[in-house]
C-alpha cells in the first residue's frame, strides 16, 4: 500500500467519520506552520564550529539560537526555554565549544573546560555525538558516568576539555574527589544543565543542592562557570533556572524555528456499560480507544505511533490492533518498548523508517534521543504528565511540507477529562511550572555535610545554601556529624563518605524487596512509603504485566513473599489518615474563608484491603490488616469555611463529608496541571471538624519527608487550581460522581461518601471570597 498522503483534517474527519465518534471529538487545534527567522553567527563563535555548522546542514543559527549564545558569551546563567525540535543544543554548544577552541591553544592544551549534566546515560551519549560533529577532535569531549572504566577516568580528568556526566557522579564521584578535578575545575567556564525541567520535586531538590556545591568548590579553585540550561516550556523558567543554580537567570522564550502545520485533536473516549465503584459509570480506557483509532489509521496507509503509559499498555495496543486488521496489514503493526534488546529497537526503527510498519505502539522509550520524524500521525493514550512530554511526543508526528495529525486520548480521570475540556490549558500561555524545594531541610542537612566532607564550610559559604543552612548547621553538630573548629568553619567528623548518606534519587527509607517464594528470585523493590498499601499480605500486585499475590509483607526484613497468581479480582488497601497542623507558616484570608500553607504531621494506617472483580469493580468481600501506623512530617496547603459560608452554600452538616472529600480529591487530581508532579506525590485529607482550626478543612501534602514544592506551589496559586477543579466537577457528565471527576484510584475510604454537587457548591463558597487572579504571588 503506497503511503497516505491525505491531509491532516482529512485523517481526522475519516477518525471521526466512522463508527459514530463524532461526540468524542472534544476539540481541533490548528497549529500553523511558522516561518524560522534566522540571525547571523555572532562574531564570537569561531569560524571552525560555522564551517562544522554548515556541513551539518546549518547555513545561519536561528534567532532564538543567537541569542543564547550572545548572552552565554557575556557569562550570563541563561536558559532556553523553546520547542521540541527547536536546536536548543546549537545554541549552548557554540558558544562552549567556541571557548573550548580558543583554550586548546593554551600552552597546556586545556585552557578551558565545560561541564555538561544530563538526567540520563543515553542522552548524554548522544550529546557528546553532537559535540564532537561541531567541534574540532583537540577539543576533547568524554562521557564519564558509571560506565567509564578506572583507566579511562584519569585520563578524562587530565585531559578531556568537555566532561559530559550526570548529578549523580558529579554528587557522588567529582565532587568528593575535587582535588583530583583540580586542573579541570580551575579552568571551568560553563556548566551545561540539558533537559532541566526533570529536576523536579525531591530529586530536583537534591540537584539543586549539588549545583551550589559544585559552585562552592569552583570558587575555591577561583574558576565561577556560567550556567547554560535547556528547558521544555514551562511556565516561568527564568524561576525554575534560579531556583535550580541560586543564580539570577536570562529566559529565551522566543522560538524562531520553523514549524509544519499540525492538526491536534483532543478525544474523550465513550462510556461503556460497566458500572465501577457506587455504581459511578466507567469509560473506555484511553489504551482500548487508542487500538480502535490505531487500527483506522494504519487501514487508511497513515504512518502512526501510539504513545502509552507502560509497557504492558503497548503489548496490548499493538496485539488488539493486530487482531483488528486484515492478515497483511496484521504484521505491518508492532510494540516498541524499554526492555528489547539494541538490535530489536534499531530494526524497529528501521522498518518505521522505511515504511514497512505502519503502526507502532510504543512507552515514551521513543521519546527522546531516535530519530522517526516523518510520521503522518501520533496517538497520545492519556496525558502523558507533562507539557514537556506531550509535546515531545506530539512532535514525532510531522514532515516539512505535509502536516501531521496528533490526537490526545483522555484516560477516565480528573486532570485528562479537564484537557480535553478546556483546550486553553493546553494552547495557550503555558500554567504547568517546574517546582522544587532546595531549602527543605530534609534535603540540605545531607548536602551541607558533603559539602563540610569536601572543604570545610565557612560563614562565608552559608549563605550559598539558602536561608535555612545557617539554623540547621548547629542541629549537625549536635548530632555529631560537624563539628566547629576554632577557626570557626565546620568540620565533618565521621569515618564515612557523607555523600554516600544521600541517593539523590530515593524516596527515603529501605525499600521493600518483592520475592518470588518458590524460586526466590527477586523480581524488584517499591519504595518503603507506598509498601503498606501496594504489598500488604494479600494484596494483588502486578510486575511487568504479570500478576503476583503477596502471601506476606515482612516488614522486619522489608521483604514481600509472591507467588505467581491469576486472580479474577484486584485489590484495594483501606487506611485511615489524620493529619496535625505544626506550624501556620501563611495564612490568608478568603472573604470568611481561610487559605493557609505550613507544616504537618500525617499519620496513616492501612487497616485492611478490599477486593474487587476486574471486569465490573464489584467489591467481593474485605480483609483486615495489623499494620503499624506511619508518620509523615511534611509541608501542607490548607482551607477552611465557616458555618455561615456553608449555610449559605446550602450544605447540610451531613452533606459536608461527601463534598469535601470529593472536592479534595479532584483538587488532588488537578495540581499536576500547575506543578510538575503526579497525584502519586500528594495526598489529602478532608475534615467536617478540624481539632486544630475548629473548622472545616481540606488539607493537600506532600507526601515526601519535608515537602517537594508542590504543595506550596498550589497555595501560590490556590484561585487558579481551585477554580479549575471546580470547573472540572461541574463539567462532568455523570451524575453521581465518576473516575473523570470525584472519584480517586488511591482512596483509603472506597470513595465513599462523595458528593459531588456539594463539592461544587463548597468550593463556589471558598472561591467567592478568592482574591482576582492577578494578585496572586508567584
Ligand atoms: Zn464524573
Ligand atoms: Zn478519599
Redesign the pocket.
Known amino acids: 500500500m503506497p503511503p497516505s498522503h491525505r491531509p491532516p483534517e482529512a485523517q481526522l474527519d475519516l477518525l471521526v467519520a466512522s463508527r459514530g465518534r463524532s461526540d468524542r471529538l472534544t476539540h481541533t487545534e490548528h497549529l500553523p506552520a511558522r516561518q524560522g527567522r534566522h540571525a547571523p553567527w555572532p562574531e564570537s563563535i569561531r569560524p571552525e564550529i560555522r564551517a562544522a555548522a554548515l556541513d551539518l546542514g546549518i547555513r545561519r543559527p536561528w534567532t532564538h539560537q543567537v541569542e543564547a549564545m550572545n548572552l552565554a558569551k557575556a557569562g550570563q546563567t541563561v536558559v532556553i526555554a523553546t520547542g521540541t525540535a527547536s536546536g536548543k543544543s546549537l545554541g549552548y554548544l557554540a558558544p562552549v565549544l567556541s571557548e573550548l577552541l580558543t583554550g586548546t591553544e593554551a600552552p597546556n592544551g586545556r585552557g578551558s573546560t565545560a561541564l555538561y549534566l544530563a538526567p540520563t546515560k543515553a542522552l548524554a551519549a548522544d550529546q557528546r555525538r553532537r559535540a564532537t560533529e561541531l567541534a574540532p577532535e583537540r577539543v576533547r569531549a568524554a562521557l564519564y558516568d558509571g560506565d567509564t572504566p578506572p583507566q579511562e577516568r584519569e585520563w578524562v580528568r587530565q585531559y578531556a576539555s568537555y566532561v559530559l556526566t550526570n548529578p549523580d557522579m558529579l554528587h557522588r564521584s567529582i565532587l568528593p574527589a575535587h582535588p583530583r578535578w583540580s586542573s579541570f575545575l580551575k579552568t571551568l567556564r560553563y556548566v551545561v544543565v540539558d533537559e532541566c525541567h526533570s529536576y523536579r520535586g525531591v530529586f530536583g531538590s537534591h540537584v539543586a543542592q549539588v549545583l551550589r556545591r559544585l559552585r562552592r568548590v569552583c570558587r575555591r579553585y577561583g574558576a565561577d562557570p556560567a550556567f547554560l540550561l535547556a528547558s521544555a516550556t514551562t511556565a516561568d523558567p527564568a524561576a525554575t533556572a534560579e531556583r535550580l543554580t541560586g543564580l539570577p537567570a536570562h529566559a529565551v522564550t522566543e522560538d524562531a524555528s520553523p514549524r509544519g502545520q499540525m492538526v491536534f485533536a483532543l478525544w474523550e473516549p465513550p462510556l461503556t456499560e460497566h458500572v465501577g465503584e457506587q455504581g459511578a459509570p466507567v469509560r473506555r480506557t484511553a489504551t482500548a480507544e487508542a487500538a480502535y483509532l490505531l487500527t483506522d489509521l494504519v487501514t487508511a496507509g497513515t504512518r502512526t505511533v501510539a504513545f502509552v503509559r507502560s509497557r504492558r499498555a503497548a503489548e496490548l495496543v499493538a496485539l488488539q490492533a493486530q487482531d483488528n486488521l486484515e492478515p497483511q496489514l496484521a504484521n505491518r503493526v508492532a510494540a516498541y518498548r524499554g526492555g528489547y534488546l539494541p538490535e530489536e529497537r534499531r530494526a524497529l526503527e528501521r522498518d518505521l523508517y522505511s515504511g514497512r510498519l505502519l503502526g507502532l505502539a510504543s512507552t515514551s522509550a521513543l521519546e527522546l534521543g531516535i530519530d522517526v520524524s516523518g510520521l503522518d500521525a501520533v496517538l497520545l493514550a492519556g496525558y502523558p504528565g507533562t507539557r514537556a512530554s506531550l509535546w515531545q511526543q506530539a512532535g514525532r508526528a510531522g514532515r516539512e511540507a505535509q502536516g501531521a495529525l496528533a490526537v490526545l486520548i483522555a484516560r477516565d480521570d480528573p486532570l485528562d477529562t479537564y484537557l480535553v475540556h478546556h483546550p486553553e490549558a493546553l494552547f495557550a500561555r503555558p500554567v504547568e511550572a517546574t517546582v522544587l524545594d532546595p531549602d527543605n531541610p530534609h534535603v540540605l542537612a545531607p548536602h551541607l555535610c558533603a559539602a563540610a566532607a569536601e572543604l570545610p564550610l565557612t560563614e562565608a559559604d552559608v549563605e550559598l545554601f539558602g536561608p535555612n543552612a545557617a539554623a540547621l548547621l548547629p542541629v549537625l553538630e549536635r548530632r555529631g556529624l560537624l563539628r566547629r573548629r576554632a577557626d570557626g568553619a565546620w568540620y565533618w567528623t565521621r569515618r564515612e563518605r557523607a555523600a554516600d548518606a544521600v541517593d539523590l534519587r530515593g524516596t527515603g527509607g529501605a525499600p521493600v524487596q518483592i520475592v518470588e517464594e518458590s524460586t526466590g528470585r527477586l523480581l524488584g523493590t517499591v519504595d518503603a512509603a507506598a509498601a503498606h498499601t501496594t504489598v500488604h499480605t494479600g494484596a494483588v500486585h502486578l510486575h511487568q504485566g504479570r500478576s503476583y499475590l503477596v502471601r506476606e509483607l515482612d516488614l522486619e526484613h522489608s521483604v514481600a513473599l509472591v507467588s505467581a497468581a491469576n486472580p479474577s479480582y484486584t485489590t484495594a488497601a483501606r487506611d485511615i489518615t489524620s493529619i496535625s497542623v505544626m506550624s501556620t507558616e501563611q495564612t490568608v484570608a478568603w472573604g470568611e474563608g481561610t487559605l493557609n500553607f505550613g507544616s504537618v504531621e500525617v499519620v496513616n494506617q492501612v487497616v485492611g484491603y478490599l477486593r474487587k472483580r476486574i471486569a465490573t469493580g464489584e467489591v467481593l468481600g474485605e480483609t483486615k490488616l495489623d499494620l503499624p501506623p506511619r508518620t509523615l512530617r511534611t509541608r501542607a496547603v490548607w482551607w477552611t469555611v465557616t458555618e455561615d459560608q456553608l449555610l449559605d452554600a446550602v450544605i447540610p452538616f451531613d452533606q459536608l463529608p461527601g463534598a469535601a472529600h470529593a472536592a479534595e480529591h479532584a483538587s488532588i487530581g488537578l495540581l499536576p496541571l500547575f506543578a510538575t508532579c503526579d497525584r502519586w506525590d500528594i495526598g489529602g485529607v478532608s475534615v467536617p471538624l478540624h481539632p486544630d482550626t475548629l473548622l472545616p478543612t481540606v488539607f493537600v501534602y506532600d507526601g515526601h519527608p519535608g515537602g517537594a514544592g508542590f504543595a506550596e506551589h498550589g497555595f501560590r496559586h490556590a484561585a487558579r487550581w481551585l477554580t479549575a477543579t471546580r470547573d472540572a466537577i461541574r463539567a462532568?457528565e455523570?451524575a453521581r460522581?465518576?473516575p473523570?471527576?470525584?472519584q480517586s484510584p488511591k482512596c483509603g475510604n472506597g470513595n465513599d461518601p462523595l458528593d459531588k454537587a456539594g463539592a461544587v457548591r463548597l468550593l463556589g463558597a471558598l472561591l467567592a471570597g478568592a482574591p482576582a487572579d492577578d494578585a496572586e504571588s508567584t
Request: hydrophobic share 15%.
Open positions: 462532568c455523570c460522581g465518576c473523570s471527576c470525584v
